[in-house]
């Protein structure tokens, strides 16, 4: 029996969570010849087509099916030995900077993994804006942050993709007119630039109905069916559904993260900075 190669695993869940096999290599970091020479060497491997051609793209066998639980159980499982290994005898203290996104959704889980692992280790938790978080990694305060990408940087050590989605209240919009009401982050904030770019191009008629500084007041107005926003499936919970198809509202491009890590951050930060990059990516919604 030939062993499944982790690297492999963690290749074919990024196929399957992005849906392409250009997605799987952008999240992976490999090239997508690179990445379809990984998938042939899994095939080998399990002895059996995992892939098969589905219109434009690819889609999962049955064995290719079969496969996901299995990848998902096993890459937990190295992860937590990792992490367990390296982590017994480590001390000292991790300062992470994260956005709300992330402070809700997928970061209490793996904090609690890391916690278990580096019981020794402090933790300090900064939410914020990107732009904020990014300033407080280059000055020092911060050994890491998971923020909306602009550009590439040279500390990036994880990066992934969400689609974005209009969404909004569960019981619709409590006003219908002509002008799209948005509820929408106060300047700088990329999902606000990315939502009017959308809007002018599609020569959808707007207005700003309702303006926050936090993701807390932006949730508000979008619950009260004052308006509709632009984020990611992390926001819908709690009432906030995607927006109908009825509206008519135009296509918006894929959210960009990246996991950047500061400059002479030690060890800690860096075992928390992959367990990050390998974990944090919303399963089946990653792009």
């Excluded at 559904?241 to 993260?257: C, D, I, M, W, Y």
Aim: hydrophobic content about 45%.
């Amino acid at each position: 029996m030939q062993a499944l190669d982790p690297d492999l695993l963690k290749t074919f869940l990024a196929f399957v969570d992005g849906g392409s096999l250009a997605h799987a290599a952008s999240s992976v970091g490999r090239s997508p010849s690179a990445v379809t020479a990984q998938m042939q060497r899994l095939e080998q491997i399990v002895g059996e087509p995992l892939l098969v051609a589905q219109g434009r793209g690819r889609g999962l066998t049955q064995a290719g099916e079969d496969l996901v639980g299995h990848a998902r159980r096993i890459l937990a499982v190295h992860s937590e030995a990792w992490l367990a290994l390296k982590g017994a005898r480590a001390a000292g203290r991790v300062a992470i900077g994260t956005t709300q996104d992330f402070a809700d959704s997928g970061l209490p889980e793996l904090l609690r993994a890391f916690a278990t692992s580096h019981p020794r280790v402090r933790i300090e938790l900064r939410v914020g804006r990107s732009a904020e978080l990014g300033e407080a990694l280059r000055a020092g305060q911060l050994d890491l942050a998971i923020i909306m990408r602009k550009v590439p940087a040279n500390d990036e050590v994880g990066l992934f993709s969400e689609p974005m989605l209009w969404l909004c209240s569960q019981k619709g919009l409590a006003v219908r007119e002509e002008e799209l009401p948005l509820a929408l982050l106060d300047p700088y904030c990329g999902f606000r630039e990315a939502a009017l770019a959308a809007l002018d191009a599609a020569g959808r008629r707007y207005r700003i109905a309702a303006g926050s500084a936090s993701l807390a007041g932006l949730r508000t107005a979008v619950n009260a069916g004052i308006a509709l926003t632009l984020r990611t499936a992390r926001f819908a919970h709690s009432g906030i559904v995607e927006a109908p198809r009825e509206l008519g509202l135009p296509p918006v491009p894929t959210a960009q993260f990246a996991i950047r890590l500061g400059q002479g951050a030690e060890r800690p930060a860096r075992d928390l900075a992959t367990l990050l990059s390998d974990n944090l990516a919303l399963p089946g919604l990653a792009g």
